[in-house]
């Protein structure tokens, strides 16, 4: 890893995450993989996986600059950024708050996050699986919204969140080119009252999940008073990046 923050490419299980395959190394400083995303190439840092996951689909074998991330490690780098209810929680959103609390990228890079599933066809590299965003889940309503927190989270962190997919997506990020990362640059005259407002409305909300079991919480929510904080993520991220 170079002196600097970090260039960090985090793996998907897209169909199109196949491409980041025959990307040369050289290109990141740190990949992280999301549950079977280890698969794709070998020269992965971190694997970040849900209590869920069944333990025959772990890689037999990891080196000692590779690292297995589990819910014990995971959960309290989200809560500390608001939670499973206000971040979402798709293993994308999840493992991009993990890398921002560990890892101080500079730029975050996303390949195979997507999270538009066809209605025929490969939905995940590796044939047909089950697609998160698609439950009925109160922390899965509006994933443009849950991208648009991120990444202006991300980037009051002087941190880039860019989509290297050139695919429908839910995601807001700017699209990049992988071998153009090194150049991205975070310039952001953040509206910061807005931002703080947004944040202290979560708060007030005190959606609170230390277990990350955020389930068992569903039935407390108020689903119109998240809706009314995800059109103001929105927006700000509109003003924030306009296209």
Same mark, same amino acid.
């Given at each position: 890893?170079?002196?600097?923050?970090? =260039?960090?490419?985090?793996?998907?299980?897209?169909? @199109?995450?196949?491409?980041?395959?025959?990307?040369? @190394?050289?290109? &990141?400083?740190? =990949?992280?993989? =999301? @549950?079977?995303?280890? /698969?794709?190439?070998?020269?992965?840092?971190?694997?970040?996986?849900?209590?869920?996951?069944?333990?025959? /689909?772990?890689?037999?074998?990891?080196?000692?600059?590779?690292?297995?991330?589990?819910?014990?490690?995971?959960?309290?780098?989200?809560?500390?950024?608001?939670?499973?209810?206000?971040?979402?929680?798709?293993?994308?959103?999840?493992?991009?708050?993990?890398?921002?609390?560990?890892?101080?990228?500079?730029?975050?890079?996303?390949?195979?996050?997507?999270?538009?599933?066809?209605?025929?066809?490969?939905?995940?590299?590796?044939?047909?699986?089950?697609?998160?965003? !698609? /439950?009925?889940?109160?922390?899965?309503?509006?994933?443009?919204?849950?991208?648009?927190?991120?990444?202006?989270?991300?980037?009051?962190?002087?941190?880039?969140?860019? @989509?290297?997919?050139?695919?429908?997506?839910?995601?807001?990020?700017?699209?990049?080119?992988?071998?153009?990362?090194?150049?991205? =640059?975070?310039?952001?005259?953040?509206?910061?009252?807005?931002?703080?407002?947004?944040?202290?409305?979560?708060?007030?909300?005190?959606?609170?999940?230390?277990?990350?079991?955020?389930?068992?919480?569903?039935?407390?929510?108020?689903?119109?008073?998240?809706?009314?904080?995800?059109? /103001?993520?929105?927006? !700000? &991220?509109?003003?924030?990046?306009?296209?």
């Amino acid at each position: 890893m170079t002196p600097d923050r970090p =260039i960090v490419l985090i793996l998907g299980s897209g169909p @199109n995450v196949t491409a980041a395959a025959l990307w040369p @190394n050289a290109w &990141f400083d740190h =990949i992280v993989a =999301i @549950n079977n995303a280890w /698969r794709v190439r070998p020269d992965w840092n971190a694997l970040v996986y849900p209590e869920d996951f069944p333990e025959g /689909r772990l890689p037999e074998n990891v080196d000692e600059v590779q690292a297995l991330v589990k819910a014990s490690e995971f959960v309290p780098a989200q809560n500390k950024f608001g939670g499973f209810v206000h971040a979402g929680a798709t293993m994308a959103f999840t493992t991009a708050y993990w890398a921002l609390a560990e890892l101080r990228p500079k730029v975050m890079a996303f390949m195979g996050c997507d999270m538009v599933y066809p209605s025929q066809g490969p939905t995940h590299f590796y044939g047909t699986g089950t697609a998160d965003p !698609l /439950r009925e889940d109160i922390t899965l309503t509006d994933l443009g919204a849950k991208s648009a927190r991120l990444a202006i989270i991300a980037a009051e962190q002087d941190c880039a969140c860019v @989509n290297l997919s050139k695919d429908d997506s839910a995601l807001l990020f700017p699209r990049a080119e992988p071998d153009q990362l090194r150049k991205r =640059i975070v310039s952001l005259d953040l509206d910061r009252a807005r931002y703080k407002a947004l944040r202290d409305k979560e708060d007030a909300l005190g959606y609170q999940t230390p277990t990350g079991r955020y389930a068992q919480y569903e039935d407390i929510v108020d689903k119109d008073a998240i809706a009314d904080i995800d059109l /103001r993520w929105r927006a !700000l &991220f509109s003003q924030q990046f306009p296209d």
